[in-house]
Every structure is written in C-alpha cells, then in structure tokens.
C-alpha cells in the first residue's frame, strides 16, 4: 500500500474539503475544518441524519462518492479501509485521501509523540505512560483511538509536553512519518474484514516502525508473532519481557495478569528512549505509578454474587486479550462468555489455548469447587462470532470445554452464574467487537452488569467490586 499523501491541517485553507465518515473521529474532524474557516462536503456510508453542523451529509452510495471526487483533499475517518475501489478510485483520480491523525502528525513535534500499537494491550499501556508523564509533572494527552484526538478544538488545552497516542491498524495506514519511538504490545490475527488477509494485517500495523522519523521500536519479546515479524519492526528494537527487572513500581499500579506486567515495562522502557530522565529513577517512578486506575472493561471486577465474582473484559475484541484474561485465574473456575461481531478471524487458537487450559488442571486448584470433580471451565457462545468459536473449539485439539449457544449477554450470564456457583468467575472476555447488537462495548459492559444484577434479584447477596 503506497504510503499516504504528506500534507498538514495547515494546507487545507484553500482547498475543496471533503469529510468522509461521521463517527467519533470524523466530528472532531468538522470541529478542526469548520476552525480553519473551511466548509467541507460531508459523506457518511450510513447517515443518521440529513444535516450534521448545518451541513447536508450525502450517503456514499447515493451521491457522496461523486461529491468526494471533486474534492481536492478528502479527510477520511480510520473505519474507511484503504482496500476499499471506492477510496482506491479517489486516489487514481488525483484526490489525496488522508486521515486527521496523519495530519496532525506532520506538524506536531514528534520528539514528544509516543505512538503505541499492537493487537492488545496498547489501550493499558497508553494509559499507564500518561499517567506515569503526569506523575512526573508534565502535561500530557492520552490520545487516539483511546478516544481523544489530539488536534480537536474541543480540547479545552491544545498545549501539552507530551503526546501518548494509541494507534490502531487503521490509523497507522493514514501515518505518512512515525515519531522516534514506537511501541508495540503485541501481535495476532484481527481485523481482517478491513486489511484483507492476515500478512497484511501485520505488515500494515506494524508500517509505523518503519515510516520516516522511527528511530526505535520498543516491542514484548515474549510475544512469538512478534518476533517471527522483527524484520517489519524497522531498524533499532528493544525487546522487553515479562521476566525483565521491574522492581516494584508496578505493584503500585495494582492491575492484574502477567501481560500486564509486561505493558508497564514497555511503558517505562518508551519514555527512557524519549529521554524523560525521571524515567531512570526507581523512586520516582513508584511515585509516579501512585494512584493509577485501569481502563473500564479490562479485567474490571463487576462485582461479587453469592460468593461468584463477575470480571468485565468488554475491551477484549480478539483471542489473545481474551487468552490473556483467563490466564489471569489460573486457580479459578471460569464461566468464558465470548462473541459478537464476525470480523473472520481464526478462532482455531482460542480453542488450543482453552484446550491446553483443561488440560493442565487449570481451574482445580485448592479452594476451588471443581477439585470436587467439577468442570473447570464453559464456554457460553453469542450470537455472530460464536458460531465459529464454537466450530474451531469442536474441531480442535481435546479436551475440549462444553459449550453452550446462547442468544444474548443476559441468558450467558445467567447461565455463567448458575454453573460458577459457588465460588467461580463470570468472565465476559468476548474475543470479539460488540457491533451490531451494541453501539459499542460500553453498552455490551453495562449489559453484562445489569444482568449480573438480576442474579443478586434472586436472594443472591451482592458485594459492590
């Protein structure tokens, strides 16, 4: 994929403007045009309505597509894959298709731009570099597919020291120039309704270690994708592993899992390459570790019903975040509740990692009901993607989970509690997004909770998380 067109917020006065997509990043999008005294066109693939700022909003398919090719520059939203003929066309054409993150990074200094990337665990780790810089006394954004976009007028301070933007694939297709240090958590099949096939996929995440202005990739040498991958991970990499001398700052950070622990040192070793000195400083950075909060729907303890507690793990959309996830109750019986939308991922090593996980014992530890012989683990699949969970776990390697079809997040966490009685987990670990049947995972995980309620409506005490 040719790399994208190098052009700033700053050249597009002058210019016939075209905004495509209208979700979060395309409304921060007509908030920095509208502030550069720019009228766009607007098109959206599925409006939600004729008029968005006083401005009509064409459909792509019905008359949008046309209005976009008389534009000079079109400003596209990450969701609006480079794959696509549409966008492809637009391109031969002459139109330089950019998106807003890649505009802004042409004229932000990006000494104090840190880019984090991977399949999971860049959400965490994005946070825990924010707020280890504010610990130590800098303004900084946490900013990107995170939620904020850091060249927003909506911002009530566009002024900052540092800039922690998490990357998502999408987003790294956009980037014409990288900032000198790049991290990457992780690597594993996603995504692949959107780049194609799965070399793709990895050789388009991980184009931000290689674009103009990278220096160092600071990668989780534990991860073995990532290392079969080293020749895409440009020319200076920092292997960081779980094992490596954390001393114990992280313990301030209270968050759960092995992988964790692995976030936060690729956090810590990111701002040693971007030069912050108190990066080095061990106490400095146990005080500045104080206080930190994890991200809502990631490992987040729900709460406890008759003695079964309820883990919200919205956030994780692919196999290895929810592999992840179950590894963090080694000792535990798990109820797993996965599915949701179907973007054709292979399935096949979840159901060797829950394979491998009935194997050892996992689940039958001292304290746990199921030394009594109970199972150690189920499987409750969503409609969507767990159909195909269902089919790899039944065509894999034995021995395998049961598995229960169920039609919606209230059933599978009714049914999670019946059989976690009493002393297991509920873990909503989905493996898959929640579009669809959900706007977003926030309402999948206030789904999740609510029905978790309606167990403790039963004469089941609830203990708040």
């Given at each position: 994929?040719?790399?994208?067109?190098?052009?700033?917020?700053?050249?597009?006065?002058?210019?016939?403007?075209?905004?495509?997509?209208?979700?979060?990043?395309?409304?921060?999008?007509?908030?920095?045009?509208?502030?550069?005294?720019?009228?766009?066109?607007?098109?959206?693939?599925?409006?939600?309505?004729?008029?968005?700022?006083?401005?009509?909003?064409?459909?792509?398919?019905?008359?949008?597509?046309?209005?976009?090719?008389?534009?000079?520059?079109?400003?596209?939203?990450?969701?609006?894959?480079?794959?696509?003929?549409?966008?492809?066309?637009?391109?031969?054409?002459?139109?330089?298709?950019?998106?807003?993150?890649?505009?802004?990074?042409?004229?932000?200094?990006?000494?104090?731009?840190?880019?984090?990337?991977?399949?999971?665990?860049?959400?965490?780790?994005?946070?825990?570099?924010?707020?280890?810089?504010?610990?130590m006394g800098y303004r900084c954004l946490v900013a990107g597919n995170i939620g904020l976009l850091p060249y927003d007028p909506a911002l009530s301070d566009l002024s900052y020291d540092y800039w922690v933007?998490?990357?998502?694939?999408?987003?790294?297709?956009?980037?014409?120039?990288?900032?000198?240090?790049?991290?990457?958590?992780?690597?594993?099949?996603?995504?692949?309704?959107?780049?194609?096939?799965?070399?793709?996929?990895?050789?388009?995440?991980?184009?931000?270690?290689?674009?103009?202005?990278?220096?160092?990739?600071?990668?989780?040498?534990?991860?073995?994708?990532?290392?079969?991958?080293?020749?895409?991970?440009?020319?200076?990499?920092?292997?960081?592993s779980a094992d490596g001398d954390a001393g114990s700052w992280t313990d301030a950070l209270a968050l759960r899992g092995r992988h964790n622990r692995t976030n936060a040192l690729i956090a810590r070793t990111?701002?040693?390459?971007?030069?912050?000195?108190?990066?080095?400083?061990?106490?400095?950075?146990?005080?500045?570790?104080?206080?930190?909060?994890?991200?809502?729907?990631?490992?987040?303890?729900?709460?406890?019903?008759?003695?079964?507690?309820?883990?919200?793990?919205?956030?994780?959309?692919?196999?290895?975040?929810?592999?992840?996830?179950?590894?963090?109750?080694?000792?535990?019986?798990?109820?797993?509740?996965?599915?949701?939308?179907?973007?054709?991922?292979?399935?096949?090593?979840?159901?060797?990692?829950?394979?491998?996980?009935?194997?050892?014992?996992?689940?039958?530890?001292?304290?746990?009901?199921?030394?009594?012989?109970?199972?150690?683990?189920?499987?409750?699949?969503?409609?969507?993607?767990?159909?195909?969970?269902?089919?790899?776990?039944?065509?894999?390697?034995?021995?395998?989970?049961?598995?229960?079809?169920?039609?919606?997040?209230?059933?599978?966490?009714?049914?999670?509690?019946?059989?976690?009685?009493?002393?297991?987990?509920?873990?909503?670990?989905?493996?898959?997004?929640?579009?669809?049947?959900?706007?977003?995972?926030?309402?999948?995980?206030?789904?999740?909770?609510?029905?978790?309620?309606?167990?403790?409506?039963?004469?089941?005490?609830?203990?708040?998380?």
């Amino acid at each position: 994929m040719p790399t994208p067109p190098k052009i700033s917020w700053s050249d597009l006065p002058g210019q016939a403007v075209g905004l495509w997509g209208l979700g979060v990043e395309g409304r921060a999008n007509l908030r920095r045009v509208r502030a550069l005294g720019i009228t766009p066109v607007l098109v959206d693939d599925h409006p939600t309505g004729d008029l968005v700022d006083d401005l009509v909003v064409l459909p792509t398919s019905d008359g949008g597509l046309e209005a976009l090719q008389r534009c000079d520059v079109v400003v596209k939203t990450p969701g609006v894959s480079r794959h696509r003929r549409d966008v492809e066309t637009l391109t031969r054409q002459g139109v330089k298709v950019v998106g807003g993150l890649g505009l802004w990074m042409e004229e932000v200094d990006r000494s104090r731009v840190l880019c984090i990337t991977g399949t999971k665990g860049k959400s965490t780790t994005a946070a825990i570099a924010g707020h280890l810089l504010e610990g130590m006394g800098y303004r900084c954004l946490v900013a990107g597919n995170i939620g904020l976009l850091p060249y927003d007028p909506a911002l009530s301070d566009l002024s900052y020291d540092y800039w922690v933007v998490e990357t998502s694939s999408f987003q790294v297709t956009d980037l014409a120039a990288s900032p000198p240090v790049v991290a990457v958590t992780s690597l594993h099949p996603d995504h692949l309704d959107w780049h194609g096939d799965v070399e793709t996929y990895y050789r388009e995440k991980l184009a931000l270690c290689s674009r103009p202005g990278a220096l160092v990739t600071v990668a989780a040498g534990d991860d073995p994708v990532l290392r079969a991958h080293r020749h895409l991970l440009g020319h200076e990499v920092r292997w960081v592993s779980a094992d490596g001398d954390a001393g114990s700052w992280t313990d301030a950070l209270a968050l759960r899992g092995r992988h964790n622990r692995t976030n936060a040192l690729i956090a810590r070793t990111c701002l040693r390459e971007m030069g912050v000195t108190e990066a080095s400083d061990d106490d400095c950075v146990t005080r500045a570790a104080a206080g930190f909060r994890g991200l809502a729907s990631r490992l987040s303890e729900v709460g406890t019903v008759g003695g079964v507690e309820f883990v919200d793990d919205s956030l994780s959309t692919n196999v290895l975040a929810t592999l992840a996830a179950l590894a963090t109750y080694p000792r535990r019986r798990v109820a797993l509740i996965v599915g949701g939308h179907d973007r054709g991922i292979d399935y096949g090593p979840l159901a060797e990692g829950l394979a491998n996980r009935m194997a050892s014992g996992a689940g039958s530890g001292a304290g746990s009901s199921a030394a009594s012989g109970a199972e150690p683990l189920i499987v409750l699949t969503l409609p969507g993607a767990g159909r195909r969970v269902r089919a790899a776990i039944e065509a894999g390697p034995g021995p395998a989970p049961r598995v229960i079809d169920v039609a919606d997040v209230p059933e599978a966490t009714a049914k999670a509690f019946e059989w976690a009685r009493p002393d297991g987990v509920v873990l909503l670990s989905p493996a898959a997004p929640s579009f669809g049947e959900f706007r977003d995972y926030q309402e999948r995980a206030a789904a999740f909770a609510s029905a978790m309620r309606a167990c403790g409506d039963v004469g089941q005490p609830i203990s708040p998380a």
